[in-house]
């Protein structure tokens, strides 16, 4: 899924933001990233996605080379994975429907296939009745919920969230998580950066701490969050959506 090998990134500053970086993430897994203001993580992240390429090192992502990867080929690699930003980034003059169902469109999907995907997605983060809604007619939360469901549109092998609570209340941070670790029970990757410390001895799974460009701790801890049976989504259902 993700191996990164003795991987180094020396900005054109002289800045170096990761050093020496070796860590394997398997399918399934739920990763949090945790560490201070910079020390690194956003890096790591540009680099799973392609967005910066290492100076020094080895990088392989859900089957792709980082290396040595044409460019025609990252927007193949970006869909095999979904983004979930802080700052939500929708579209404000496109309803909540039309929001989700852009990263569709985008791939040219059939129209039909969308609005049995969209429905699917809208349904699992909890959004039902707000499809004509405005992201400004929205709250933080709800906002994040849309986000969060167009990164899964597409049926993602892995999610990133780039610090997904950090413009909302805590009951809402703590609804979204929740929603994260219902999607990985179903199999998807899901890799969290966060600094929200109390989040992470709640939610538990693997931890790892990165400070000045190094990976201090790499840890598994004990989950305290289990999700509900109510809450989960029924085989027939889930297969519906395959």
Not at 56 to 80: E, S
Not at 90 to 113: P, Q, S, T, W
Not at 130 to 152: D, I
Not at 200 to 209: C, L, T
Request: aromatic content about 6%.
């Amino acid at each position: 899924m993700i191996h990164l090998e003795n991987v180094s990134k020396v900005y054109p500053n002289g800045t170096e933001a990761l050093k020496n970086i070796s860590l394997d993430i398997e399918q399934g897994e739920f990763v949090f990233i945790v560490g201070p203001s910079g020390a690194g993580k956003s890096t790591f992240l540009k680099l799973l996605i392609h967005e910066e390429t290492a100076t020094f090192g080895k990088i392989r992502v859900n089957g792709y080379d980082l290396v040595n990867i044409k460019q025609r080929k990252v927007p193949y690699l970006r869909r095999t994975m979904g983004i979930v930003f802080q700052d939500f980034r929708l579209i404000e003059k496109m309803n909540v429907y039309d929001n989700i169902a852009f990263a569709m469109r985008a791939i040219g999907a059939h129209e039909r296939d969308i609005k049995k995907r969209v429905r699917f997605v809208i349904d699992m983060v909890g959004l039902n009745g707000k499809e004509k809604c405005r992201p400004n007619e929205l709250s933080g939360g709800e906002q994040q919920r849309v986000s969060l469901a167009r990164a899964l549109v597409n049926n993602p092998e892995m999610l990133i969230a780039d610090e997904p609570t950090g413009n909302i209340d805590p009951k809402m941070s703590f609804d979204i998580m929740k929603k994260l670790v219902e999607i990985n029970n179903r199999g998807t990757t899901i890799i969290v950066v966060t600094h929200e410390h109390e989040l992470v001895k709640e939610f538990g799974g693997r931890v790892i701490i990165i400070k000045g460009g190094e990976i201090e701790l790499d840890k598994k801890l004990p989950t305290k969050y289990h999700p509900s049976d109510e809450t989960d989504v029924s085989e027939e259902d889930s297969e519906e959506a395959e």
